[in-house]
């Protein structure tokens, strides 16, 4: 009786920190800087970071850091002929990019992993076909750039001959603040995680403001 | 010893029961959501000009005879769907057999596009011998 009890009273605490704590985690490994500062120890935290990078957008315009510099991003990695799971994230994307199309603090950011037949053209087809609106960029670029960054956004992407299409990825979509830290993962084959993925893009804006 | 004898009915005991009672799986609708909806989404409403409607789809609608040909050898060079011009490519689903194709096609007339018929197996293993490809 008295465990049941404690179970239900930490089980209501749990879940009513959930509501209240708004505030997204900063994701990724941190280094930590510790130094003597007038005779005090201080720690400072030195956040996981995106690291510069530099593409071809759907436009033929470069695409690099400077173009997220304090922008919300949301960010995929995906290619125009992928038979599975790029369809749905492309929906699910779209609907987001149009919900936020007049906030210009946010943008979103689909990487090609089959750069070889995502030329600048087919890229541009695809966003004209998808009628995406002009917060959301296509990028391509040279293959092994695309590949290492996604390491860096700690999602999976790579070639696998196997797999329908030839390269393996993963649905997520990460969710990255004005100074090129995630914030957040979300499976973006799923419409209801949409729900969550807006929730915190305003938590974001208004944590920026 | 007995508790765990009691145990063991209590998790085996509904799993046997259950798997008696008909599960009610739809296979044709299994199958659409995994082969299918993908690209032209779970109620059939396709995506932008990337990927066709297949609910209210003239196209579809007027070429029902060739849906079962269609999902085995896929389709490109562009058809017009609605007034709206699609140039892009299906592969076919070669894995599928004649039987899962004819559970596709019916669970899309029972669910996603009402003004096409219901078909048989025949019909449909007829259609398929009868492709051009």
Known sequence: ?209 | MKLARTFLYIILGPVIVCSCIPSGRDYGKEMYEEKCANCHGIEGDGLQQLYPPLKNADYLEQNQDKLACLIRFGTQGGLVVNGVKFEGKMEGQHLLSDVDIHNIINYISKNINPNLKQVTITEVGDQLIDCKE
Not at chain 1, 98 to 120: A, C, P
């Open chain 1, 1 to 209: 009786m008295r465990a049941f009890l404690l179970f239900l009273v930490a089980s209501v605490l749990l879940s009513s920190c959930e509501e209240k704590d708004q505030s997204l985690p900063i994701l990724g490994r941190h280094d930590f800087d510790t130094e003597y500062k007038n005779g005090e120890l201080v720690t400072d935290t030195i956040y996981y970071t995106l690291p510069d990078f530099r593409f071809t957008d759907h436009n033929g315009n470069i695409f690099d850091e400077q173009l997220v510099k304090d922008k919300i991003y949301v960010t995929d990695f995906f290619f125009t002929s992928c038979p599975t799971i790029c369809p749905k994230m492309s929906k699910n994307m779209l609907q987001m990019a149009e919900e936020f199309k007049d906030n210009e603090r946010v943008l979103f950011l689909s990487h090609s992993i089959d750069t070889r037949h995502d030329s600048v053209p087919v890229l541009k087809k695809y966003a004209t076909k998808l009628n995406a609106p002009n917060n959301w960029y296509f990028v391509t670029g040279e293959k092994d750039k695309i590949f290492s960054l996604a390491e860096k956004y700690m999602v999976s992407a790579g070639e696998d001959p196997h797999a329908p299409g030839g390269v393996i990825h993963s649905g997520a979509f990460v969710l990255l603040d004005g100074k090129r830290r995630i914030r957040a993962y979300y499976d973006g084959t799923k419409s209801k995680e949409m729900n969550k993925l807006r929730a915190d893009i305003k938590t974001l804006i208004k944590e920026s403001s």
